[in-house]
């Protein structure tokens, strides 16, 4: 076990907090400030408040250390926190468009749209 991987289980599960490194050290990120979190290769991008941060590790990894009602997935790269969706819009056919405070806008895929058409009634 590495040294970032006992310090990300001190937290237990579901984590509170990440540690995501910069080019001036290693920074606490708090999960509750992610707006969304994107696949990237081997890495996992967090958007959120304070900027954007790369992470090591996978999405299905991070997604298993999250909380499932906070982080909802609407697209195999892309996992949205519900607590930062301002609006949903018809998106095409049968998809919805996901607008989140901050301006970041995220295509649902089908299989989520409908997913979030039945959290919502």
Do not use: C
């Not at 900027?51 to 195999?76: A, I, N």
């Amino acid at each position: 076990v590495t040294a970032p991987e006992r310090a990300r289980s001190a937290f237990g599960t579901p984590w509170r907090r990440l540690f995501a490194r910069t080019h001036k050290g290693i920074v606490p990120v708090e999960v509750k400030s992610i707006r969304r979190i994107e696949a990237s290769g081997d890495y996992v991008a967090i958007h959120g408040e304070g900027g954007r941060h790369l992470l090591h590790m996978s999405l299905g990894e991070l997604l298993s250390h999250l909380d499932p009602e906070q982080f909802f997935q609407v697209h195999r790269s892309h996992v949205v926190n519900v607590d930062a969706i301002e609006r949903l819009e018809p998106f095409g056919e049968r998809r919805l468009l996901i607008r989140l405070h901050g301006g970041d806008e995220i295509p649902a895929s089908r299989s989520a749209s409908e997913r979030l058409r039945r959290l919502i009634r």
